[in-house]
């Protein structure tokens, strides 16, 4: 009984493989398991044995498949079926009537249903998905000969997707001196938010609408709205540069202690985005603000970040702005500069 077990067992082994796919590499070695995805470069097989492995296009002699793999070409054009190879290239299986071949080199993505179907939700993903962000938080404490308090928080959040891209944010720096009979016991106490939606319609450029909102109760100025939109340009576009440059027009509304400004005002900025070393970053904008009823006033934001990591999760924060306005209260400074440092913990969601 035992040995009609085991001669069942490996006559019934070629039938398995037969429903297995299968890649024979130049060297002659034959690898069986399922094709699950690939790019240009290489191609990731699923095997018993030794589980996912990624094996080199130049390595690769033949493929056969026995389940569909969708694929994507150079020119754009997709192709789902059994996938074989012959000399003449790649043979895509639709049907029984239906094939088609293509050159190996012109393959730039191959995944099986279940990869297909992750990719598909990752091109339209759901509001409350592929967001990505960081939260930055300092905190300093004196006593002795002074007697202070600072802590500053910052939250930023995108989701970006093939082809739109929604970002928040919001901050807040608050700092008192606490020694008896101080003047101003308040050192600072600025808050600042904001959301913008940007939206690709070619490969470069993009319109964008965006909402931001200010407070700063030193400059005795109690809210700043400003709702604006426009059209940008990726001027660089790289996994380690961007740098876009925007203009645009906007509705200003800021209400100060003493007095209240309302008018239509331009919009002009350029932001930038650099990743360098393998664990720094680097983000820098500055954007103009022209009140367009009066050419002579105008507001100016600089600001700039960089964030170096200590893990996957954890990194430290140490940025600067810089706002800049023409007409500020009576008594009170054109410039207000911000130097912050602390924690930086990061999240995907």
């Known amino acids: 009984m035992k040995q009609m077990f085991l001669l069942a067992l490996f006559a019934g082994i070629p039938f398995l493989s037969a429903f297995a796919d299968q890649i024979v590499l130049r060297s002659g070695d034959r690898l069986t398991g399922t094709i699950v995805r690939s790019d240009e470069k290489s191609l990731v097989l699923k095997t018993d044995f030794a589980g996912e492995i990624k094996v ?30 012959e000399d003449s290239g790649v043979v895509v299986t639709e049907s029984a009537y239906a094939h088609e071949t293509r050159p190996w080199n012109t393959i730039t993505a191959m995944r099986n249903s279940e990869q297909e179907a992750a990719y598909q939700k990752s091109m339209h993903p759901g509001l409350l998905e592929q967001w990505k962000g960081s939260i930055n938080l300092g905190f300093s404490l004196t006593r002795g000969n002074s007697a202070t308090r600072n802590l500053n928080f910052a939250f930023k959040a995108a989701r970006k997707t093939r082809n739109d891209k ?10 008192t001196n606490d020694e008896p009979g101080a003047i101003p016991s308040t050192t600072a106490n600025a808050e600042q938010g904001g959301a913008r939606y940007d939206r690709d319609f070619d490969g470069r450029m993009f319109a964008f609408g965006s909402g931001d909102f200010q ?13 604006g939109g426009g059209l940008g340009i990726h001027l660089l576009q790289s996994d380690s540069l961007t740098l876009d440059l925007l203009g645009g027009a906007n ?10 400004n309302i008018f ?5 900025g350029q932001e930038l985005h650099f990743k360098f070393l393998s664990h720094s970053e680097l983000t820098q904008s500055m954007h103009f603000y022209p009140d367009l009823s009066d050419t002579s006033q105008y507001r100016l934001v600089f ?10 999760w954890l990194g430290w924060q140490t940025s600067f702005s810089d706002t800049y306005v023409t007409n500020p209260p009576a008594g009170k400074q054109r410039n207000d500069a911000v130097l912050t440092t602390g924690l930086n913990v990061t999240f995907n969601h």
């Open 303 to 312: 600001r700039v970040a960089e964030v170096s990591k200590l893990n996957s």
């Open 56 to 85: 080199e296009w130049p390595l690769i002699e033949k493929i056969a498949s026995t389940q569909p793999l969708h694929l994507e070409f150079k020119d754009g054009s997709k192709a789902a079926g059994t996938v074989s190879t």
């Open 264 to 268: 239509p005002g331009g919009t002009v």
């Open 215 to 227: 407070s700063d109760e030193l400059q005795d100025l109690n809210l700043r709205t400003v709702l």
């Open 251 to 260: 509705y200003t509304r800021e209400n100060y202690t003493e007095f209240l």
């Open 166 to 175: 929604i970002s928040i944010y919001a901050s807040s720096i608050y700092a």
